[in-house]
């Protein structure tokens, strides 16, 4: 995982870009990560709620209410 080099990323935008519901652990799995921006994106929303309730400490924005 190359976001793996990044261990004091606090935000991620990903706007726009072919992300999927895979890549989700990779996010999760950074330590000082804050906030994520999912527009536009592959992810599912039951993916996102699922994560969204796991880490609760990250905000992501999927651009979905």
Do not use: M
């Not at 994520?36 to 996102?48: E, G, I, N, R, S």
């Amino acid at each position: 995982a190359a976001l793996a080099q990044f261990p004091e990323l606090q935000h991620l935008n990903l706007t726009g870009t072919q992300v999927t519901d895979a890549a989700l652990p990779a996010l999760a799995a950074l330590p000082k990560l804050k906030k994520v921006h999912l527009w536009q994106t592959a992810v599912t929303p039951k993916a996102l709620a699922n994560f969204q309730s796991q880490y609760p400490g990250i905000e992501w924005n999927s651009g979905i209410e």
